[in-house]
């Protein structure tokens, strides 16, 4: 809401697009915006309204489509003092290369527009006005959204938390707990609001179910010309892959005797549609990271970690017993990078040489910071402290659920904290 609000007051303002998987809530975000900051916001839906497509295939010139959708909504669309809302612009590419001319000529109108499967678009240059809009990734809610949401006065609490503070052991094991139930509901909206509503952890595993089966039948109703059965196949094998100790993401895992050549495509799908995010391991952790990119090894997390604890059949005892269960360390290496992603100017990678293994390398500003995530209290790895060693690194952070402290060169914070790293370094 805050990225909308700074958009809609810039003079540097395009029209806005929102990515992001299904179900994140880019819908209400777009209402909630129209209702909150403008006089008035106009909801056209491409999927529900099929004749309004013929507009935009028929039009270029966008004040005579702004005449159009006034006709069709009954009230004059003012500049400036109204939001247009393109909703689910995928299903209508015109709409989508409208959003150019509406940059060009029209910009005094504020667009914002969003769809499912958007990013897969960018493959299809021919219908995305690039440099022509802004966008916007809208992602599940990070632990301190949902944190927000569920328990205001422990909110209240962790947003006071600033370097240095020590953490009480009351509010350390409350605000663990709250982590182990975002662990198991994770941060789709209408999980979050089910929780609240219900607080049944029976009817969020169903409604993560259901999302999974959503989504496995979008893979199957995609058209594109990537193969819909790899990118089902590359989604379903997240699980077996993550559950392999240290291991960049492998074909022949997928399928047997799969390569490259037959999944690269499903996985870049996937990535693109915002249900997967892909880390490199880089050659060197050196400044500046991307350079040293090896884009043949990656390791691939799922965008929720709710989700990744469903699909992989995890029991929610086994995570509020804080029991040691197989697929622990993997559920927190995916949510960390849940609540790292965007704190940085580049996204995380990971390192890996003959001694060492670094679960996560961040890049910040010239430094280059090693992550160690543990899924327990258990303290570091040899091969983390040998890293340390080696490289002498100005800061080195450690997840786990000890609490928050200084153990010599290594910063130690409890996973809850994930989501201020950038404002405790």
């Not at 909703?87 to 209508?92: A, G, R, S, T």
């Not at 109108?109 to 990013?119: D, Q």
């Not at 690269?264 to 490199?280: C, D, F, K, P, T």
């Not at 390398?361 to 570091?380: A, F, M, N, W």
Request: charged share 30%; net charge negative; hydrophobic share 40%.
């Amino acid at each position: 809401m805050e990225d909308l609000v700074r958009w809609k007051c810039s003079e540097e303002r395009k029209p806005m697009v929102l990515k992001g998987a299904r179900q994140v809530g880019k819908t209400w975000l777009m209402r909630e915006f129209g209702k909150r900051h403008y006089e008035k916001f106009f909801y056209f839906n491409f999927d529900e309204e099929e004749e309004l497509k013929s507009i935009f295939e028929t039009n270029k010139n966008p004040q005579r489509i702004v005449e159009l959708l006034s006709l069709i909504s009954g009230e004059k669309i003012v500049p400036e003092k109204v939001l247009l809302i393109f909703d689910e612009i995928q299903e209508c590419p015109e709409a989508l290369n409208s959003l150019k001319y509406f940059r060009e000529k029209a910009n005094e109108y504020h667009v914002i527009a969003a769809g499912s499967l958007l990013g897969t678009l960018l493959a299809a240059p021919k219908s995305y006005p690039v440099g022509m809009v802004n966008l916007l990734d809208v992602a599940p809610l990070t632990f301190d959204e949902f944190l927000a949401a569920t328990d205001e006065s422990l909110y209240a609490y962790y947003d006071g938390i600033e370097k240095g503070n020590a953490v009480e052991a009351i509010f350390h094991s409350r605000l663990m707990d709250a982590c182990h139930h975002y662990f198991i509901i994770g941060g789709m909206p209408e999980c979050v609001a089910s929780w609240i509503k219900y607080k049944d952890p029976a009817r969020v595993s169903k409604i993560q179910r259901e999302l999974i089966e959503i989504y496995e039948n979008d893979f199957s109703k995609h058209n594109g010309k990537v193969n819909s059965g790899r990118i089902l196949m590359v989604f379903r094998s997240i699980v077996s892959q993550l559950a392999k100790a240290n291991e960049k993401f492998m074909y022949g895992a997928v399928r047997e005797g799969g390569r490259a050549r037959d999944f690269e495509e499903a996985i870049e799908w996937l990535v693109s549609a915002g249900m997967l995010n892909r880390v490199y391991n880089v050659s060197k952790a050196e400044h500046p990271l991307a350079v040293f990119d090896k884009l043949d090894q990656f390791k691939l997390f799922v965008f929720d970690t709710g989700l990744l604890k469903t699909m992989a059949g995890i029991d929610n005892g086994a995570i509020l017993l804080k029991s040691d269960y197989q697929f622990k360390d993997p559920l927190t290496e995916n949510f960390i990078l849940q609540q790292l992603k965007g704190q940085f100017e580049l996204e995380p990678r990971y390192y890996s040489d003959k001694n060492s293994e670094i679960d996560f390398v961040l890049q910040y500003k010239t430094e280059i910071i090693p992550v160690e995530v543990k899924g327990g209290e258990d303290k570091s790895a040899p091969s983390f402290k040998k890293y340390i060693g080696s490289h002498d690194p100005e800061y080195a952070l450690r997840f786990s659920k000890r609490a928050y402290r200084q153990d010599g060169k290594i910063l130690n914070l409890p996973l809850y904290l994930a989501g201020k790293t950038r404002e405790l370094l």
